[in-house]
DNA sequence: GTCTATATAGAGATAGAC
DNA sequence: GTCTATCTCTATATAGAC
């Protein structure tokens, strides 16, 4: 399994075994890091054993990989409904994502970035596949960002805004992990919001 | 030594064998991550044994301590001495420190922040030494960009802009780490360029 | 597909001689 | 202070019965 060819089945016992499988992952992984969670861990809070674990994905890797995989489109719709929900322009809808961000940075479950955190353990293996994962996330983010600046501004001025908007997102996260601080998120919101009008004026 | 009280001697066999130990420790956790380096490979790469080591240092996450604290101002010594070597105003200064950052974050051996890394990495124990002497270094950081700052602008303002700029470094430390693109670090400095000059105008 | 039990390897840390 | 040898624990991954 994982890339099931034509004509195999996945004749799973329980419905959903592997979703389950990925779910746990996701929860662990991301609350107490990949190098502190044992596979041990992931199939007992899944509520299987290790073996059908094992008979789902191949490796720990490639769970990591799945766990990411799985998080990429919930993540993505969830910016989306808080940009849609938001009143305003274009730089208030922005300004509302932030703060929803930053309201979720003040969490106690909160632990930053999944993503970068990953590629941050991952350091020594630039090709594994949840880095790859990672990658692709990160693309899809900023393709959406620019895709909702671009319906007010010219196409290069959005990649470029989108480009900054999430640098500052990004660095939010890690230096709002490290300080286990919400403010910096909020603060980076408030420059988002200086090159968005700043730009306007040009 | 690290607060040697007043009385006792470190009577070191090797002259700076500590430092051999810690500059060890150094490249190869920032190489390849500190799970992924066994305290076997520092001791092999210092050349001396484990049980010297283990007369050091306490225990490895003691080891990654020294590390990072080890790396604190020499960092900000080079930050110090990028911004002092460049011409122009303040805009152009900061802009050169940038500059500087990309083209180290396009060489072989770069591996993104080592701090952030190591926070990201040690997610599941806040109070980590090593967490702690990261949380000081990005302090310094700060302090030290809101002194320059300050020089030519309102001390409100220039804290204000230093968390900003020092938010779109890490974020170009922790995208630039993930997708391997120096590209990253180029769009924080022009991001920042238009943060300051913004600025400027109020 | 699922279970119990285990192979195998590598880690951090220490014992005891010199 | 430094060495060799080792203890102990935990990890990933698998064997073989049902």
């Given at each position: 399994?994982?890339e099931?060819?034509?004509?195999?089945?996945?004749r799973s016992?329980?419905?959903?075994?592997?979703?389950?499988?990925?779910?746990?992952a996701a929860?662990?992984?991301?609350?107490?890091g990949?190098g502190?969670?044992?596979?041990d861990?992931v199939?007992?809070?899944?509520g299987v054993?290790?073996r059908?674990?094992?008979n789902?994905f191949r490796?720990?890797d490639?769970?990591?990989?799945a766990?990411?995989e799985a998080?990429d489109?919930?993540?993505?719709?969830l910016?989306?409904a808080?940009?849609d929900a938001a009143?305003?322009?274009?730089?208030?809808?922005?300004?509302a994502?932030?703060r929803k961000l930053?309201?979720n940075a003040?969490?106690?479950?909160w632990k930053g970035?999944?993503y970068?955190?990953?590629?941050?353990?991952?350091v020594?293996?630039p090709?594994?596949?949840?880095v790859?994962a990672?990658?692709?996330?990160k693309?899809?983010?900023?393709?959406?960002?620019?895709?909702?600046?671009?319906?007010?501004?010219?196409?290069a001025?959005a990649?470029?805004?989108a480009?900054?908007?999430?640098l500052l997102?990004?660095g939010a996260?890690?230096?709002?992990?490290?300080?286990?601080?919400?403010?910096?998120?909020q603060?980076?919101?408030e420059?988002?919001?200086?090159l968005?009008r700043?730009?306007?004026?040009?």
């Amino acid at each position: 399994m994982a890339e099931a060819k034509p004509g195999t089945r996945q004749r799973s016992g329980g419905a959903g075994t592997r979703e389950r499988i990925v779910d746990a992952a996701a929860r662990l992984f991301y609350r107490h890091g990949i190098g502190s969670v044992s596979v041990d861990a992931v199939a007992e809070a899944a509520g299987v054993t290790k073996r059908t674990l094992y008979n789902h994905f191949r490796s720990k890797d490639d769970l990591v990989a799945a766990y990411l995989e799985a998080r990429d489109q919930p993540n993505l719709a969830l910016f989306q409904a808080w940009f849609d929900a938001a009143d305003g322009d274009l730089a208030d809808r922005l300004r509302a994502l932030f703060r929803k961000l930053a309201e979720n940075a003040g969490g106690r479950s909160w632990k930053g970035c999944g993503y970068l955190r990953t590629a941050a353990e991952l350091v020594a293996t630039p090709g594994h596949p949840a880095v790859q994962a990672a990658r692709r996330h990160k693309r899809n983010v900023e393709a959406w960002l620019s895709s909702v600046i671009a319906a007010e501004r010219p196409k290069a001025e959005a990649e470029r805004l989108a480009r900054q908007l999430q640098l500052l997102m990004d660095g939010a996260f890690a230096a709002g992990l490290l300080h286990r601080d919400p403010d910096y998120m909020q603060a980076a919101g408030e420059a988002a919001d200086a090159l968005l009008r700043r730009s306007e004026g040009r």
